[in-house]
């Protein structure tokens, strides 16, 4: 349905019960949101409460008291009670009137909840509460209704409420105000008390703040409304009330009915949040727990009903779906109706949004069992912080002026307690909850915080926080995770949390989907560890410039600076050992997957001294000046610095080779070897290493009696390279698109210079829609790609072609690869769950496009 | 302390800074006195109340307890607790989605009913300020900084309902709120259990 369709007239259709609207042919268009979920509700085949739909169509002539009655008239035969008139149990019958638009809107008139009294006066036969809930909600209905209905101003209205604290004693004075301020007097007869409160709520629809809301949402201007009638029982019976229920529990996002219930009637027009619990209603939560099954199954969301119980039992009187829910409901509702077969598996991964999978594993104090609980309250403001104990505004400043997080731990926060807040690492409170001053503050600063511990005592005197058996002094270090409302003495780690159940299942779902590999980029055998618990099925990516540097440093820089061939020689030995282990760890942890290894890639500049000064000795310090470059990373730099310093590489793979011998015979696991080499332009950069690297091999072999496996490839930085693909691919058995340099250079941008100065004014202009370093640049540099994918296909069939830039954990890139058929992209460990969901929304996405195979 | 005398600006800026906590910037000549007196602390672009210039404008805004406006004041007050509940529980729902999950402000309807709300908020306090005005008369320029507020807020920036960063609708409320508990003299403590109770039914 589109926008301009809610505003198309449709005929006069007359009144509609609840429940009686589809089968007539009616839709959201005449019977409006509300309309449409009691249809819903009634299709269950369970009692929904008694009402009727003024549908579009008919609200303009229901401002007549003629039409009013008829709606009562109906009302009264659909629900069996007088208006006006009691219950069995002593209720009294009133009306509720709501309004609703054809779509979700807010900026709708609050519901009226107290028409129908007669000549306004509140009965004596009542009990006290429901005396005391009935005023209120006359006054807010009678003011509604004299504000916008009878012009009344609300100045005057607000008056009286001050002039005249008890209600019943507001109510002559206020008919009075009506009459002499007022277009009438306030309505009498209760068809014109209904009449006048469709009018009421007409105007109020049509007022600048309603317009304002609509606006905001990019509703229509003219977007109509449909008035719903309902009954009301005013009771204070305990076996009598309201409630709602909703399907989801908010922070597991399991299937687990839960809510609240008030004894009484439903005076306000919102849900109350806190009541008594659902486990408490004596009957119908097994009805309320099948209800939102089937309405989830359904309307294929969580959500929301709200009821009332009396002696005849449950009633369904309201719905709401849950249009934007949490990761953890959205992932295990997805998984749950899968599982139910009212969706499948394909359709679960499809409803999974990437957004939902980094929220999920977004970092969170890692709890380990050891950690020690001091004192619980409100989890007010998510997220952890650890800092020292600030009990006062002014410590936590100087905690900030000597670099060090500061906790601050106060009763209660006031303005005056500001810098504190804003110095702190994150704020414990002894007294207020989710809505304190602190809770609001530190949201809004974006810190951490826990509210309402009351289990603490703060003595600033002393300097002391204490709960249970735990003295702490200001000063000590102290932790809080704001998620769970727990602060721990001492410091908590935090950290990734691992995929959940529900995300697990998603994500398998997702590997049957996708056709494109997930690998990742990791460097280390801890790096590689993470990657392949969150379902990486190879190393796409091992940089090895960090193996050079540390206290192997000194060693490179004799190779690069040496002018004596023995001493290289000695340090490129000593390099090769080293690099042994550092290969055997990540080997292991790699086990029989494959794994890519790219040689040295970092230009020259960042392993020499920064100055002269720092030279081992005077020819050093030579050598250094006249190495000196103007642009580093367009200089010698990859493959080139390996060709000037022809035992580079060598000792790379020769430690590279050692290392896969090693963890064969010692582990019985075979990793696949790629070797990679960088920075290529010339083909024959490529030839050249290959026979270096042949020899070693060979080397290797004659030495251990093995003949390490291994592929040769090259990566695809620079725009020559993917231009001269063909010829690349003649040698290389792999090709990496490393879209980083690839994007720098196909662009000419400088990426530190350009993101820093200049990408901001080109997104505001709208010269770009994105960083082309975020999201792959569809128009220039995934062109050239696409070239040279079609070059290397054409040369070698089976070339294994892959992108391990950053681009490769962007689900946008990520659908660009799958469409240029690359066989896999590799990223970051913590973005393997984002890929392999991206990668199967990539190929469900081209399938339904009908461009898959 | 009630030997501290100081020029009316002095007074001013002393009384400015413990309603609002803290200043910022370069410290004017007036704040620059208060902090030779001990009043205020200037620590780098920060400066904020010592707890001698909180005790003195605690002294100095306190109405006498026999003072004839003050049951004035109470009644009024007791009428803008409960209104102050609604704010602080609408500023939640602006900042965390009922899910518990933070407001990323991309849902426009969830956004536009808060907005909506508001102005019941904002109906309500109306008269209860221009009563606390008719004896408070330093209060009179709140009125005009809720409205700049909504002003900001519908033109488009978020940040104008709860930042505690700016001059939002909420720093201004907070800044009424603190100064009325300065005027009747009643520690933040005793302010959230009178609340409690006006709120949870149980009378004052």
């Known amino acids: 349905m589109t926008p301009a369709s809610w505003t198309q007239p449709v005929d006069d259709v007359g009144l509609v019960p609840f429940g009686s609207g589809l089968e007539r042919g009616l839709d959201e268009r005449s019977l409006c949101t509300r309309g449409i979920q009691l249809e819903i509700l009634a ?132 008919k009075r105000l009506c009459e002499e301020k007022g277009s009438s007097p306030f309505p009498s007869k209760r068809s014109e008390q209904v009449a006048a409160g469709a009018k009421a709520m007409i105007e109020r629809w049509n007022s600048p703040r309603a317009a304002r809301a609509r606006k905001k949402q990019n509703l ?31 922070a597991s996002g399991h299937f687990a009915p839960n809510g609240a219930f008030h004894h ?27 209800v939102l099954a089937e309405l989830e199954g359904r309307l294929r969301s969580s959500v929301i009903v709200d009821f009332e119980y009396g002696p005849d039992g449950l009633a369904l009187v309201g719905l709401e779906q849950m249009r934007r829910p949490n990761a953890r409901v959205a992932t295990s509702l997805a998984v749950d109706l899968a599982i139910r077969g009212i969706t499948d598996e394909v359709e679960a991964v499809r409803s999974t949004s990437p957004v939902h999978v980094l929220e999920l594993l977004h970092p969170q104090p890692k709890l380990t069992g050891d950690e020690i609980p001091f004192v619980s309250g409100l989890g007010a403001s998510p997220g952890a912080a650890v800092g020292r104990i600030a009990l006062d505004s002014e410590a936590a400043v100087e905690y ?22 804003m110095a702190a690492a994150g704020i414990l409170t002894l007294n207020g909850g989710s809505a304190s001053h602190a809770a609001v503050v530190a949201r809004g600063m974006g810190r951490p915080a826990v ?68 690998r990742a980029n ?140 090693d963890v064969v015979s010692e582990h019985d696991v075979r990793p696949e070897l790629e070797v990679m080499v960088p920075l290529v332009s010339i083909p024959e950069e490529l030839v050249m290493m290959l026979r270096l690297i042949r020899r070693v091999n060979q080397e290797v072999a004659s030495r251990t009696g093995v003949l390490v496996p291994f592929k040769i490839g090259t990566m695809v930085e620079t725009p020559r390279a993917a231009l001269m693909a063909d010829k690349l691919a003649q040698w290389a058995e792999f090709l990496s698109f490393g879209t980083n340099d690839l994007t720098q250079l196909t662009y000419g941008f400088s990426r530190d210079d350009v993101e820093r100065r200049m990408l901001g004014t080109y997104l505001e202009k709208g010269l770009m829609t994105a960083s082309p370093f975020a999201e792959l640049d569809d128009q220039g540099v995934a062109v050239l790609m696409e070239y040279a994918v079609t070059k290397a296909r054409s040369v070698r069939p089976d070339i294994k072609l892959g992108i391990c830039g950053e681009h490769g954990g962007d689900p946008s890139s990520i659908a660009i690869c799958e469409g240029l058929g690359l066989d896999y992209v590799s990223c970051s460990p913590q973005r393997i769950p984002l890929a392999r969901l991206a990668a199967a929304h990539a190929r469900v996405g081209l399938d339904e496009a009908g461009t898959g195979s | ?74 009644a009024t007050f007791h009428r803008f607790l409960p209104v102050n509940r609604q704010l602080r529980d609408l500023c939640t729902a602006w900042q965390v989605r009922p899910d518990g999950s933070v407001n990323d402000h991309a849902d426009e309807n ?86 409690e109770r006006l709120v949870s039914g149980a009378g004052a």
């Open chain 1, 43 to 174: 299709g269950l085949g369970l009692p929904v409460g008694a009402g009727l739909t003024i549908p579009v169509p008919n609200v303009p002539g229901f401002t007549s008291p003629d039409r009013a009655k008829a709606a009562m008239n109906l009302l009264e035969s659909i629900s069996g009670r007088q208006i006006s008139g009691t219950t069995d149990t002593g209720g009294l019958v009133l009306l509720r009137l709501s309004a609703s638009a054809p779509v979700e809107a807010a900026g709708l008139p609050p519901d009226l909840v107290c028409l129908g009294l007669r000549r306004s006066i509140i009965p004596d036969g009542l009990g006290a509460k429901a005396r005391s809930d009935l005023g209120s909600a006359w006054w807010k209905t009678a003011v509604f209704i004299a504000e916008h209905a009878l012009g009344v101003p609300g100045e005057d209205l607000g008056t009286l409420d001050f002039d005249y604290p008890d209600v019943i004693e507001r109510v002559e004075p206020f």
């Open chain 2, 110 to 195: 969830y956004d536009a009913d808060i907005r909506d709300r508001l102005d019941d908020i904002d109906d309500s306090v109306a008269p209860l300020l221009k009563r606390f005005t008719e004896d408070i008369p330093r209060m009179a320029g709140y009125r005009s900084q809720l409205t700049e507020s909504l002003a900001k807020l519908d033109d488009g920036d978020d940040s104008w309902l709860a930042s505690p960063l700016k001059d939002s609708y909420h720093t201004v409320w907070m800044h009424i709120h603190q100064e009325l508990l300065l005027t009747i003299g009643m520690s933040r403590k005793e302010d959230e259990e009178l609340e």
């Open chain 1, 220 to 250: 229509p201007p003219d977007l109509p409304l449909a008035l719903h009638l309902e009954t009301v029982v005013v009771t204070e019976h305990d076996d009598e009330g309201h409630g709602f229920a909703v399907s989801r529990d908010m």
């Open chain 1, 451 to 518: 509210c309402g511990a009351s289990g603490m005592r703060i003595d600033r005197e002393a300097g002391t926080v204490t709960a249970g058996e735990h003295v702490l002094n200001a000063g000590d270090i102290l932790s809080i995770d704001g998620a769970t409302g727990i602060a721990y003495v001492g410091e908590l780690s935090i950290e990734r949390p691992g995929p959940s159940p529900s995300l697990t299942t998603l994500l398998g779902w997702a590997d049957d989907s996708r056709r494109l590999g997930v």
């Open chain 1, 522 to 661: 990791a460097d280390t055998g801890v790096d590689a560890t993470t990657a392949i618990d969150n379902g990486a099925e190879g190393i796409g990516l091992c940089r090895t410039e960090h193996q050079f540097l540390g206290d192997r440093l000194p060693l490179v820089r004799r190779v690069i600076l040496s002018h004596d061939f023995d001493a290289e020689a000695a340090a490129l030995a000593a390099l090769a050992d080293a690099q042994r282990e550092d290969f055997r760890e990540l080997l292991l942890a790699v086990g029989d997957r494959p794994v890519t290894v790219r040689l040295l890639d970092a230009p020259m500049h960042e392993f020499l001294p920064a100055t002269a000064a720092d030279a081992e000795d005077e020819h050093q310090a030579r050598m250094l000046e006249h190495l000196h470059e103007e642009n580093p990373m367009l200089g010698v730099r990859g493959v080139r610095l390996a060709l000037m310093h022809e035992g580079l590489y060598p000792a790379q793979v020769e430690g590279l080779f050692n290392a896969w011998v």
């Open chain 1, 400 to 421: 900030m002026e000597a670099g060090e997080p500061a906790l601050l731990v106060m009763s209660e926060t006031t303005p005056g307690d500001l810098p504190g807040m």
């Open chain 2, 1 to 74: 302390m009630t030997d501290v005398v100081l020029a009316n600006d002095e007074r001013d800026a002393l009384v400015t800074m413990v309603v609002r906590g803290m200043a910022r910037g370069e410290a004017t000549a007036e704040q620059q006195a208060l902090a030779d007196a001990g009043l205020i602390l200037i620590k780098g672009p920060i400066m904020m109340p010592t707890p001698a210039g909180t005790t003195f404008v605690a002294e100095q805004l306190r109405l006498p307890d026999d003072a004839p406006e003050r049951e004035r004041i109470m």
């Open chain 1, 264 to 290: 009484g009637f439903r005076w306000s027009g919102e849900r109350q949040p806190t009541g008594h619990p659902l486990s408490e209603l004596p009957d119908g939560v097994e009805m309320l727990t099948g």
